[in-house]
């Protein structure tokens, strides 16, 4: 591990790269029936489900890469996910309908995962901005 990026950010690079392994699996629907891409706060599904999830995939891949070679263009990518991430978090309860089973397990989840995505994705941008004069 090289010491200018530390463990920290091998954490998140290889975090990255689990995340889009995820993206590029959920056409296969391996995590159940509502598994899917969610864009704009709506989970999707067939066409625009495989190629987003594809898209996705290659976007959070190239995310890692940068974060794992210390690429000043990681900056505005972490920036620019950051908010696609606040934006689906805000905008899924809105705009995806609530299971019939939704009770205060599924709120509490909700509350939880949307608090933990938005402060991890900002914060990971925030503290590459930090580190920026690291970056090549």
């Known amino acids: 591990m090289p010491a200018e990026r530390g463990r920290p950010l091998t ?3 290889l ?6 392994l995820s993206d590029f699996l959920k056409p296969l629907r391996l995590e159940g029936a509502d598994t899917g891409l969610v864009v704009l706060g709506l989970r999707r599904s067939g066409t625009v489900n495989a190629v987003g999830g594809v898209v996705l995939g290659l976007v959070l891949l190239t995310y890692a890469a940068g974060v794992w070679g210390m690429r000043r263009w990681v900056v505005p990518l972490a920036w620019a996910y ?3 991430v606040t934006v689906n978090v805000a905008l899924f309860p809105f705009r995806t309908p609530l299971p019939a089973d ?3 397990g599924y709120w509490t989840f909700g509350v939880v ?3 933990v ?3 991890a994705s900002s914060g990971i941008a925030r503290a590459l901005s930090r580190r920026r004069a ?3």
């Open 102 to 104: 939704a009770g205060v």
């Open 82 to 84: 950051a908010a696609y």
């Open 11 to 13: 954490i998140v690079a």
């Open 15 to 20: 975090a990255l790269v689990l995340l889009a």
């Open 113 to 115: 995962y949307t608090i």
């Open 134 to 136: 690291d970056l090549r």
């Open 117 to 119: 995505a938005i402060a």
